[in-house]
């Protein structure tokens, strides 16, 4: 890949993949870790980044292995260490917005990582389920009870029985 | 704005990206670092070996760090690592089925992990392995055929098929060019959202140019009879060579969820295009989608479906887990009505059946209680789920179940 197509690739989805991620990590330092390591891990295989179909859908699945690498060895250390969860620390969230934070911290790290792919990365089922190397049916699963545990914190996910059209 | 896109957009606006200079500084030491280890660890192999006698602290070395992230050197050492985990699993034909299992690690903490995978399938040769591969091939359940793709959004130069023939996978290079409206011998599979006639026997594919008014389906199968179906704008349309379609009216205009016989007799769909929502009713055909009658789900549960057969009978899962439930899997009676649960031991996951077989990963013991919702008030971290690598297999349409590691 070319220095300009990679300075214009870099610019454009370094703050989409943070925003993304952050939904992920309930964190913006560990974010901003994670997606800087899979630039930096992009950067070593050049040659195969230029050739991707989508360097940014390939760069976003290298952010999520390091992602879930790392909340893998937290979660044991802060067990171990009986450490209290670390509080948001993003300046000038809402309280609404905190709890939401919160929220997604304490979904499993399957259904936070697909509720911030269809949401916030808007992927299709399809796009989701290539990205994660599982079944469609899977992620719907997934999609479908972590917006059940977030419904009272996000408008959209309120299931109103009052407004469902029904096709007879 | 949506609440989670504010959300990320406030991440997004406080975190100005550093110079890209000091990545490509980072990248490019990685890389010499690398360099050096691979040049050391080929001397210490080629290194005549000398005696020398340890103590016992110089015996107690940490594993070597280059050796950490390198190839299995098999697909049976990679499913049987550790540190392997369970993607997905996949019922057959013929009783076999085929597991997809991977392994990440990362040679330094701070560095992306790399990751291998291999499938294991089930044949009448029993259990065999395919080589590590670095990268995860998707397999699709589509009624009573199973395909996979490896490397789609890839160079196009890499793009493989996976097919089954008597349970073990083959692969082809996949390449795609023109376009037909004939399905012949060919497979129709979809290609990273198109629809697209493969010939498995060379793996060339052409685009498929469906009817106007049945482009871009939502859902489409294929069944034992050698029919092609799909939903699309209220119809259910099906054709056996792509040419001739027909068409049948149903109730709902798109479903989220489906199930089929393996001939495609008896089909179920959601009366709903939002996987979000109960609705309190499901649509059922028992004559290949020709009429149709509406089944009451008093529950309004958010319905996914596994399977159903021609006596009417089926499975079907709770994917919300909103009620006191254990399992979420619930029997469908022949008249529709949703049961008992199937089983009350463990909580099933990425459930695919084939025929009277399905297989389900085992993401963990009975759940007790209903999804909690969250009150705002921190609450301490869940604990690290164990890594998936149980399945559990029914061959009896999901009265009897067992646990094995299908490895």
Not at chain 1, 68 to 93: A, M
Not at chain 1, 150 to 163: G, I, K, R
Not at chain 2, 220 to 248: F, I, M, P, Q
């Amino acid at each position: 890949m070319d220095d300009e197509r990679l300075r214009e690739l870099y610019e454009g989805c370094y703050g989409r993949l943070i925003g993304q991620l952050f939904a992920v990590c309930g964190d913006l330092a560990e974010a901003e870790d994670v997606v800087q390591e899979a630039f930096v891990q992009g950067l070593t295989k050049r040659r195969q980044l230029g050739q991707v179909d989508n360097p940014e859908a390939w760069l976003r699945t290298i952010a999520l292995n390091v992602a879930r690498n790392r909340f893998r060895r937290t979660v044991r250390l802060r067990q171990l260490l009986r450490l209290q969860p670390r509080p948001v620390t993003l300046p000038g969230l809402s309280p609404d917005r905190i709890a939401l934070v919160d929220a997604l911290r304490r979904l499993p790290l399957d259904q936070r990582e697909a509720i911030a792919l269809r949401h916030i990365a808007d992927l299709s089922v399809r796009e989701i389920a290539e990205t994660l190397g599982i079944p469609e049916g899977t992620v719907k699963a997934r999609l479908s009870r972590g917006r059940q545990r977030l419904a009272p914190l996000v408008h959209e996910f309120v299931d109103d029985p009052q407004t469902e059209e029904h096709h007879v | 704005m949506s609440e989670l896109k504010d959300l990320a957009w406030q991440a997004q606006s406080q975190s100005p990206p550093p110079e890209l200079e000091t990545l490509l500084a980072r990248s490019r030491a990685r890389v010499r670092r690398r360099r050096f280890v691979a040049v050391a660890a080929s001397l210490a192999a080629i290194a005549v070996p000398a005696v020398v006698v340890l103590s016992q602290q110089e015996r107690d070395v940490t594993p070597d760090p280059a050796t950490l992230a390198v190839r299995p050197r098999s697909g049976h050492e990679l499913a049987h690592s550790p540190d392997a985990q369970l993607v997905s699993v996949l019922p057959l034909a013929g009783g076999n089925w085929v597991a997809l299992w991977n392994r990440c690690r990362a040679q330094d903490p701070e560095e992306a992990p790399v990751c291998w995978s291999t499938m294991a399938f089930k044949s009448a040769s029993g259990v065999e392995f395919t080589e590590p591969a670095d990268d995860f091939p998707v397999l699709e359940p589509h009624g009573d055929l199973t395909y996979g793709f490896r490397n789609v959004h890839d160079d196009v130069k890499n793009r493989r098929l996976i097919i089954f023939e008597n349970g073990r996978p083959i692969e082809r290079p996949l390449t795609v060019s023109g376009t037909t409206t004939a399905v012949g011998d060919g497979l129709i599979l979809n290609l990273a959202g198109k629809l697209v006639v493969v010939d498995p026997r060379t793996g060339r594919a052409q685009g498929l140019v469906l009817p106007a008014d049945l482009g871009s389906p939502n859902r489409y199968r294929h069944d034992s009879t050698g029919r092609w179906w799909l939903v699309k704008n209220r119809k259910l349309a099906w054709t056996a060579d792509g040419r001739t379609w027909t068409r049948e009216s149903i109730a709902t205009k798109q479903s989220w969820t489906d199930a089929s016989s393996l001939d495609g007799r008896t089909i179920l769909l959601h009366n709903h295009d939002d996987p979000y929502k109960g609705t309190g009713s499901y649509q059922r055909s028992r004559d290949s989608g020709k009429t149709w009658e509406t089944i009451q789900d008093p529950n309004k549960w958010v319905l996914q479906f596994e399977a159903v057969f021609n006596d009417g009978t089926g499975l079907v899962t709770d994917i919300t887990l909103r009620n006191a439930i254990t399992t979420g899997l619930y029997r469908i009676a022949a008249d529709g009505a949703i049961g008992a649960e199937s089983q009350t031991q463990y909580a099933l996951g990425s459930i695919e059946s084939h025929g009277d077989t399905l297989v389900g990963l085992v993401e963990g013991p009975a759940i007790t209680s209903p999804s909690p919702v969250p009150t705002g008030t921190p609450t301490p971290l869940p604990p690290t789920p164990e890594p998936i690598r149980k399945v559990a297999l029914s061959t009896n349409r999901g009265v009897d179940w067992q646990l094995f590691e299908p490895r």
